[in-house]
């Protein structure tokens, strides 16, 4: 009895260390892939950007409706070229120290770094001036008018934390770099970092210092995170109740989810858009059985690539019905997305191998698809599909689907000739889509595109206040990309969240899952 008592206390103590048995309201959530790393300013990508966010806090931020909200900044106001904000006062980082203005400079410095997954997003701040230990000014390089929603997903560390840990730089993550970031934050958010085990599990626990704390619905005290790639053992793992929410659940499964007892989904179109990048701006592809030219650099080619894919079959067959025919690649609900922009590329085989034949492949050309298995709804199914679909006009595809932790850092160190990549665009403005994927100096630019209208348009949409005059520049620099056609769109993604109905978290058309909003019944 002695031994029983002493294990028993001993158990308890260790839970009690661990925070179980503190924490009331847990609450187990698991996606397909993890977030690639907790270093804030290093990858600009979704899930990594959510995890980030649930520890780190930004300037601004959105709620699940994708309004603007205040974060650290309580408000903010334009005069000229010059963006002045009002910094949250009594705010502590997760190690105690105090959020000022000093921080807010260093982070923006850390973000405008090579390095940076983020610096096309504050291209135009040209000075960060401190007024007192809670104002900033940013100064734009002529007048911003949509800074403010550049500004969401830039968060703020503790300049002495990254001092004292060696990372002042960001991690650069495309060439292989850890540093103490990576696997450990210090932020102001309303969840603290208790474990992180990359791939297998990361642990937050609640803020209990959190300046937000009481203005927001949610409830959860503990978070406990881990990742299953496979899609059957994800579902099961919700069925069994080993955990309560799946942010992505296989799109077949959704109506047995939804007959389960205790269980249902939500769902939402989101502001993604899936496309195949193309690289027309090499001399010779790396994969191809051409040599001495580049069969993409012809634009007859890529017109012929985008003819042969059947959407509508992909979004029959592949996606369930829960994705739109894309035209374009952005999405509905952003600035720049039109009926006539986003109007569905007809699918015509003869035409298609006509283009070939015309462009000097009339028996077609062999590439190598570079496509992601573990980052959006069906990713690897998709690229399957257009595999075959490309095959009947006598593109010979060699399909390469991999984790996307290696296959991000082939499309940022422009080591692929054919790839699948998805775009969100947080700031709901095109000019996000134009400074990444289309902007000749664009970091995400692995198609090569270089169009010097689109170029001129991208730095003149980033100061043109006019709402009508650049609401036209937008379309003028969409119909150049459209007769370009630098990528293939495929389709605009519906998103599914499995959950339990203990759970009431709102899904949100970016796919983040906010928990200050989660409410565990």
């Not at 103490?180 to 603290?192: L, Q, S, Y």
């Amino acid at each position: 009895m002695t031994n029983r008592k002493i294990l028993v206390a001993s158990a308890v103590a260790m839970a009690l260390s661990s925070g179980q048995v503190l924490a009331e309201n847990v609450l187990r959530w698991t996606s397909q892939g993890d977030a690639l790393t907790l270093d804030p300013h290093s990858q600009n990508e979704s899930p990594t950007i959510a995890m980030n966010g649930m520890m780190y806090e930004s300037l601004v931020t959105r709620d699940s409706e994708m309004t603007l909200l205040p974060e650290l900044a309580e408000s903010w106001d334009l005069a000229d070229n010059v963006w002045t904000f009002k910094l949250r006062q009594g705010v502590k980082f997760h190690g105690g120290e105090d959020f000022t203005a000093e921080d807010v400079v260093f982070s923006f410095e850390r973000a405008r770094h090579e390095a940076s997954d983020y610096k096309e997003q504050i291209k135009s701040v040209t000075e960060i001036n401190v007024v007192d230990d809670h104002t900033i000014e940013l100064v734009t390089n002529g007048v911003n008018p949509i800074l403010p929603n550049q500004l969401t997903s830039l968060y703020i560390m503790d300049k002495g934390w990254a001092e004292a840990n060696d990372v002042v730089n960001p991690q650069n993550f495309a060439d292989g770099e850890e540093t103490f970031a990576v696997r450990n934050t210090n932020g102001t958010g309303p969840f603290k970092l208790v474990s992180r085990a990359p791939d297998e599990e990361t642990i937050m626990e609640a803020n209990g210092d959190w300046w937000g704390k009481g203005e927001f619905p949610g409830n959860v005290d503990r978070l406990e995170y881990r990742p299953i790639g496979n899609a059957a053992t994800r579902v099961a793992a919700l069925l069994s109740n080993e955990v309560d929410f799946v942010l992505d659940p296989p799109l077949q499964d959704l109506k047995r989810i939804e007959g389960a007892d205790g269980l249902k989904t939500i769902t939402v179109p989101q502001v993604r858009t899936i496309f195949f990048g193309m690289d027309a701006g090499v001399e010779e592809l790396r994969t191809s059985d051409v040599k001495g030219k580049n069969p993409f650099a012809d634009v007859k080619v890529r017109e012929a690539m985008n003819l042969a894919i059947d959407r509508k079959a992909i979004q029959r067959v592949v996606m369930e019905g829960l994705s739109f025919p894309a035209g374009m690649i952005t999405s509905p609900g952003v600035l720049g997305n039109t009926p006539d922009q986003d109007a569905e590329i007809p699918f015509d085989l003869e035409k298609s191998k006509a283009l070939l034949a015309e462009a000097g492949y009339p028996d077609g050309f062999s590439v190598r698809l570079d496509c992601p298995n573990n980052r959006y709804n069906n990713d690897e199914k998709i690229c399957q599909a257009a595999v075959a679909m490309l095959a009947k006009v006598g593109v010979k595809v060699n399909l390469e689907a991999i984790p996307k932790s290696q296959h991000f850092p082939k499309i940022q160190n422009r080591e692929t000739d054919f790839y699948m990549l998805g775009w969100g665009v947080p700031t709901l403005d095109s000019h996000y889509v134009f400074s990444y994927l289309l902007d000749v100096e664009g970091s995400w630019n692995a198609a090569g595109y270089n169009n010097e209208k689109v170029n001129e348009i991208t730095k003149m949409i980033a100061s043109e206040t006019d709402a009508d005059k650049r609401t036209n520049m937008i379309d003028e620099a969409w119909t150049e990309v459209r007769k370009d056609m630098p990528y293939i769109p495929i389709h605009h993604q519906v998103i599914a969240w499995g959950m339990s109905e203990k759970v009431d978290a709102p899904i949100a058309s970016d796919d983040a899952f906010r928990p200050r909003f989660a409410v565990m019944k």
